[in-house]
T-cell receptor, first 110, second 114 residues
């Protein structure tokens, strides 16, 4: 199906573990984004990418790593998960100034 | 830097009531303004937008007018339905960047009772 998908939708992991959240879009949009959503903070930008192999930090990048080897995929990795990274993570893509969001991944770090 | 402030929630209304959710912003340039809606268990969807001063965005009975003089973009609906229960986010886009960096407000939870 066309659109933007995220996997897994739900994930529970332990402190210190590495976890990767996947994001895939079928529109061939140039830009992709990762946000985290926390109560009282709205959405905060973690990382974004302007094209394959081009990534840059957002507002809250510490503890996260991204890569973009293909235009359609933009995985987010937590190298050593911490409880403060418990959140809902949204991926988005855009070509101009309108962003399209995926359904989100709810991550719990125990 | 840019910022967006939304009215505190949650907001609870009866069906057919009038809705206003206040949103004010600070920005250095001339941003575009957006309202996004998030239904339970889903991602954000664009509800409406306005790209310049005095523009009115509208969709599904919701309206918001870009007021540069008061730096506001309040969301209104004349008669809400139970199906409007969701979280509403005001956001601005920095058109100084090539991709329109989005800055979000904290979100307002709306619950509509029958």
């Amino acid at each position: 199906d066309a659109g933007i998908t995220q996997s897994p939708r739900y994930k529970i992991t332990e402190t210190g573990r590495q976890v990767t959240l996947m994001c895939h879009q079928t529109w061939s949009h140039s830009y992709m984004f990762w946000y985290r959503q926390d109560l009282g903070h709205g959405l905060r930008l973690i990382y974004y990418s302007a094209a394959a192999d081009i990534t840059d930090k957002g507002e809250v990048p510490d503890g996260y790593v991204v890569s973009r080897s293909k235009t359609e995929n933009f995985p987010l990795t937590l190298e050593s998960a911490t409880r403060s990274q418990t959140s809902v993570y949204f991926c988005a893509s855009s070509e101009y100034w309108e962003q399209y969001f995926g359904p989100g991944t709810r991550l719990t770090v125990t | 830097g840019d910022s967006v402030t939304q009215m505190e929630g949650p907001v609870t209304l009866s069906e057919e009531a009038f809705l206003t959710i206040n949103c004010t912003y600070t920005a250095t340039g001339y941003p575009s303004l957006f309202w996004y809606v998030q239904y339970p268990g889903e991602g954000l969807q664009l509800l409406l937008k306005a790209t310049k001063a005095d523009d009115k965005g509208s969709n599904k009975g919701f309206e918001a007018t870009y007021r540069k003089e008061t730096t506001s973009f309040h969301l209104e609906k004349g008669s809400v339905q139970v199906s409007d229960s969701a979280v509403y986010f005001c956001a601005l886009s920095d058109r100084g960047t090539s991709y329109g960096k989005l800055t979000f407000g904290q979100g307002t939870i709306l619950t509509v009772h029958p």
